[in-house]
Each structure stands twice: as structure tokens, then as C-alpha cells.
């Protein structure tokens, strides 16, 4: 099991440059988990999408539904408490925190491709690189 931030569902689904390393993720760990609030961020995705005429409405959704599938009974709550101190310590955003911290409940890692959480959730947050080169 890992923790997928919402840009690694993204990857996976909307088939861009990175959607060969986020296929390399879930060949190696298919059961993805996410805060609740991975469904908002993915929903904002795809309407910057929209906004910017790279997607239709129809596909969106046809996305959004494809995504809630992937994720289904694999949402959670993470504990406000932990959420806020992380972010305190860590200067990262409540939203960025979710993920750490629902990483840290499970003890699995949380695979993402954001620059904060790298550098100041080691060893538990990873690049996709990284965590398809473990053996």
C-alpha cells in the first residue's frame, strides 16, 4: 500500500509525460490511498483542463469517473491534530500535510512528485523514481 498524492492520479490518468513512471508505480503497488480531499484537488485538475480547452466536460468526467473508481474505499480522514502540527514544523501547506500524515498512520510511503514534501518528509515521502527502484 502506498499514499498517492492527487498529482500521481493525475499522471496515471491523463496520460501525459510522467504517465510511463506513475504505470511503473501501480504495476508495483496497486492499492492506492488518499485523504478525502484528493477528489477536490483532481476536480480542480480537470477543470484548469477545461478552462484551458485541452479537455471537454465530457471527458472530465468521463476522468473524474475513471479516477473514482481507482480510489474507491481507498479515502481517508487524517487526524486534524497531526495535519496542523506537521504543517506547523514543517512549513508545508494542511492540504500537503493530509497526505504526510495519512502516510505516517498507515507506515507506508507517500509517493509524489512535490519538492517540499521530498525534501522535508524523508525517508517517508518518495519520487515515483524512487520507489519504483526499490527492490
Known amino acids: 500500500m502506498i499514499v498517492a498524492d492527487t498529482n500521481l492520479i493525475t499522471y496515471l490518468l491523463l496520460k501525459g509525460p510522467l504517465a510511463p513512471v506513475a504505470e511503473e508505480v ?12 484528493w477528489r477536490s484537488e483532481f476536480r480542480s485538475v480537470l477543470s484548469l483542463s477545461m478552462r ?3 479537455l471537454s466536460f465530457e471527458d472530465a468526467m468521463g476522468l473524474m469517473d475513471r479516477a473514482e473508481r481507482l ?15 506537521l504543517a506547523a ?8 500535510c493530509e497526505f504526510v500524515a495519512l502516510a505516517q498512520y498507515f507506515s507506508v510511503p507517500l509517493v509524489t512528485s512535490d519538492t517540499d514534501l521530498l525534501a522535508k518528509f524523508k525517508p517517508i515521502a518518495m519520487s515515483m523514481q524512487d520507489f519504483c527502484a526499490i527492490g
Open 26 to 37: 501501480y504495476a508495483k503497488d496497486p492499492k492506492w490511498v488518499a485523504p478525502l480531499l
Open 52 to 54: 484551458r480547452v485541452q
Open 71 to 85: 480510489m474507491r474505499g481507498r479515502g481517508y480522514q487524517a487526524a486534524s491534530a497531526r495535519i496542523l502540527r
Open 89 to 96: 514544523d514543517s512549513g508545508c501547506t494542511a492540504y500537503d
